[in-house]
């Protein structure tokens, strides 16, 4: 054991002794508050410039005057007019010809970027599901806020065609928005962007301490492996000790930053809990929930442990970077499906093939650890499935990490002695079987 603790401390220290961990400690958090919050950050402070529309109109009349009138209210941040639409264009429905040549002239002028767009509204609007815009641009903010202008419009028009007349005011209070609020059984407020939040966090530390130091311990192997330093390292310990103490002294330097940001979120929390954006203080109290918080602690030390093996194994198999990034290749797309299923996953958590991949011992760590922050459990109730799904998931990961442990120890013992050309998998099969 004194030999395995000397190497685990020097593993441990080779990380946080470098200025790069104190570094990564204070950035990575940053660059992931930016990458969040930047984005919303400025589109909710861009103005949306005065965009020129020409609005066309197939027999709906006075409606399409009101319609046109509304939008004309719409004012950008600056108080100036949303929309600058001139007179509105109007062709019959047997009018297909010199519609037709418009249509290209001005498709023409919004190429050229003359003008922003083109507002038809074909006949019958009032019954229709849609209306057709024809732009280059695509500015999201700007066509939600003409969405909701013109269903109000449409809405008191549906309304007359159906005997029922109603003051503008009365109408406006009739149709206002409600928003639906989520509460959990114990009454705490839930929202979508405070659990997407919270399961896109946990899954980026995940991803980024896993690969980032399972990286570290290929290289390092690779590196000894090259120098002969391993050999001899080997002729005073195990292979395996050797393996085990590398892993182990990452593994508590990964610890230790994730220890370090739970104290700072922590503290940010508590210090100025009551002077920061709600929105923000929801997404706060979901990442530091006991219950995930837990789950996702064991997730990550289990998590570490297998794909560590892995790591380990390329290391001794391969004589340099560039071999490794052969192997690489599948390690990498374990990290980015669930990414991938992220915007899925929110909807559908409790999917039989989302219960699947949170079972699948290479994807549980993210996929379950999302799981468990989108529902957000106040407490261990065994009642839960998804309490039971993570119990069970963390069964499997155990039992799949010893058995990897084993069959990379075999592999280990062997291919960090071997030099040259990289062995074919057959060869790989023979040193396992090796005893």
Do not use: C
Not at 53 to 80: H, W
Not at 291 to 312: N, Q, Y
């Amino acid at each position: 054991m004194s030999k395995i603790n000397t190497i685990i401390k020097h593993e441990y220290l080779e990380i946080v002794q470098k200025k790069s961990f104190l570094l990564g400690i204070l950035a990575i958090p940053l660059l992931m508050a930016v990458s969040i919050f930047l984005p919303a950050l400025i589109m909710e402070n861009t103005s949306s410039p005065t965009q020129k529309y020409t609005f066309v109109d197939f027999e709906n009349g006075d409606l399409a005057d009101e319609i046109k009138d509304e939008l004309l209210r719409l004012q950008t941040s600056d108080s100036v007019p949303q929309f600058d639409f001139g007179s509105i264009e109007r062709f019959s429905q047997d009018d297909v010809t010199n519609w037709e040549r418009r249509k290209s002239e001005l498709n023409d002028l919004v190429q050229n970027g003359e003008i922003d767009g083109v507002m038809i509204l074909y006949p019958d609007i009032a019954r229709a599901e849609s209306l057709i815009v024809i732009s280059k641009k695509f500015d999201i903010k700007v066509l939600r806020r003409a969405e909701r202008r013109i269903t109000t419009v449409l809405s008191a028009e549906r309304l007359r065609l159906a005997n029922v007349n109603l003051p503008s005011d009365s109408l406006a209070s009739l149709t206002r928005r409600v928003d639906i609020e989520v509460v959990s059984p114990a009454g705490k407020s839930k929202s979508f962007e405070t659990a997407f939040f919270g399961m896109f966090i946990y899954a980026m530390i995940m991803f980024m301490l896993i690969f980032n130091y399972g990286q570290v311990l290929m290289r390092s192997v690779i590196e000894e492996k090259t120098t002969r330093i391993m050999e001899v390292m080997v002729s005073s310990v195990s292979p395996f000790q050797l393996m085990m103490g590398k892993i182990i002294g990452l593994s508590l330097a990964a610890y230790t930053q994730v220890a370090i940001w739970g104290i700072i979120g922590g503290a940010i929390r508590y210090s100025v809990g009551g002077t920061i954006n709600a929105t923000i203080l929801n997404s706060i109290d979901n990442l530091l929930n006991p219950v995930v918080l837990v789950f996702f602690l064991f997730f990550l030390v289990i998590g570490f442990f297998l794909f560590s093996t892995l790591f380990a194994a390329v290391g001794s198999i391969v004589n340099s970077d560039k071999e490794s990034q052969n192997f690489m290749m599948p390690i990498v797309m374990v990290f980015v499906i669930p990414f991938m299923l992220a915007p899925v996953l929110t909807s559908a958590s409790e999917a039989s093939w989302a219960i699947a991949l949170s079972l699948f011992p290479f994807t549980a760590p993210s996929i379950m650890t999302m799981r468990l922050a989108l529902a957000a459990p106040e407490s261990f109730n065994l009642a839960d499935p998804v309490i039971i799904q993570a119990l069970i998931s963390l069964v499997i990961m155990t039992v799949t990490t010893v058995g990897m442990s084993w069959l990379t120890a075999r592999i280990f013992r062997i291919g960090v002695l071997m030099y040259g050309k990289r062995p074919t998998l057959p060869e790989i099969f023979r040193w396992v079987r090796k005893t």
